[in-house]
């Protein structure tokens, strides 16, 4: 995503939304795709036993995995939600005046120390 600062500002794409695959989205937010129980570690069974013998199986199901995330662009699962139904809502008009309310500062007229506090009962 690029981001655009100030009023009126936000996120968009880095890229076409066909550029991008679910594989890319997974990896940008650091999230572990591993169907093993052991995170790919060599000695599952523990320091001197080696792998487990299903493995070779769960290495092969993350490899599948990957591919077929990287098959699906951002741009086939949006379309394919727009063709089940799902409506996008338009995008808010960007303004460059607040639409928060401008807030007038407080005027202090009281004693800001002892000092003044006291000057202000011998008058």
């Known amino acids: 995503v690029e981001s655009t600062r100030g009023p009126g500002g936000?996120?968009?794409?880095?890229?076409?939304?066909?550029d991008i695959t679910v594989a890319d989205i997974i990896v940008a937010v650091d999230e572990a795709l591993d169907a093993t129980g052991c995170g790919g570690k060599d000695?599952?069974?523990g320091e001197d036993s080696?792998?487990?013998i299903t493995h070779e199986l769960w290495t092969n199901l993350n490899a599948k995995m990957i591919e077929y995330l990287d098959s699906?662009?951002?741009?086939?699962?949006?379309?394919?939600?727009?063709a089940k139904g799902f409506e996008v809502e338009a995008a808010?008009?960007?303004r460059a005046i607040s639409s928060q309310p401008v807030l007038k500062p407080i005027r202090?007229?009281?004693?800001?120390s002892v000092f003044a506090l006291g000057g202000a009962f011998s008058k």
């Open 108 to 112: 202090v007229t009281a004693p800001n």
């Open 43 to 45: 000695n599952c069974m």
């Open 92 to 94: 808010p008009v960007k």
């Open 50 to 52: 080696g792998r487990c």
């Open 72 to 82: 699906v662009s951002l741009r086939k699962l949006a379309d394919e939600q727009l």
């Open 10 to 18: 936000g996120y968009s794409l880095g890229r076409k939304a066909e």
